[in-house]
T-cell receptor
């Protein structure tokens, strides 16, 4: 069973609108959670990383939250742009540095 | 600058051939991973290593093998390539607690 679940699987949003992606995990012992953006045909690129004690982290128009008690995270994209069209992957690391991946949310931003 | 590189970027091979994909990192990371990514699926773990001489099976390890003779390299070998192994392969490395993690650009493998 996958220890990192993401929702929705895909979404389409209009340029300029906001959206929120969800990630639930069961990885233990937990070390950190990061959100990656993966453009088609490219390797994933890290957007944010949060440890147990951090509950929010921003990177430009991307804001991630973490609730370590409920083991949930979200990624909020503000004022979406066409270049935000990509797959967004939630990755949780255990204490030994093993990376567990969610299946990703495919975001399509339309004009 | 430190980096992680994969080679080749593209490979076409025939069914039954042995194929080796290279992954080289200069981050001095202990942990290295191989994933495959197929349409409709997220990244799935094939094999991983926590250090020299250490290798472990991931969730989709059948038909693949790895070896870790030094810190920098984790080659992935397909012993007898099958069409089901047509995929995009990503290598990653991370430090001991996963606070640093980087991916290669991927290798697109086609088995015909």
């Amino acid at each position: 069973k996958n220890q990192v679940e993401q929702s929705p699987q895909s979404l389409i949003i209009l340029e300029g609108k906001n959206c929120t992606l969800q990630c639930n995990y069961t990885v233990s012992p937990f070390s950190n959670l990061r959100w990656y953006k993966q453009d088609t045909g490219r390797g994933p690129v890290s957007l944010t990383i949060m440890t147990f004690s951090e509950n929010t982290k921003s990177n430009g128009r991307y804001t991630a939250t973490l609730d370590a008690d409920t083991k949930q995270s979200s990624l909020h994209i503000t004022a979406s742009q066409l270049s935000d069209s990509a797959s967004y992957i939630c990755v949780v690391s255990d204490s030994w540095g093993k990376l567990q991946f969610g299946a990703g949310t495919q975001v399509v931003v339309t004009p | 600058d430190a980096e992680i590189t994969q080679s080749p970027r593209h490979k076409i091979t025939e069914t039954g051939r042995q194929v080796t994909l290279a992954c080289h990192q200069t981050w001095n990371h202990n942990n290295m991973f191989w994933y495959r990514q197929d349409l409709g699926h997220g990244l799935r773990l094939i094999h991983y290593s926590y250090g020299v001489q250490d290798t472990n099976k991931g969730e989709v390890s059948d038909g693949y093998s790895v070896s870790r003779s030094n810190t920098e390299d984790l080659p992935l070998t397909l012993e007898s390539a099958a069409s089901s192994q047509t995929s995009v392969y990503f290598c990653a490395s991370s430090d001991a607690r996963g606070t640093e993690a980087f991916f290669g650009q991927g290798t697109r493998l086609t088995v015909v």
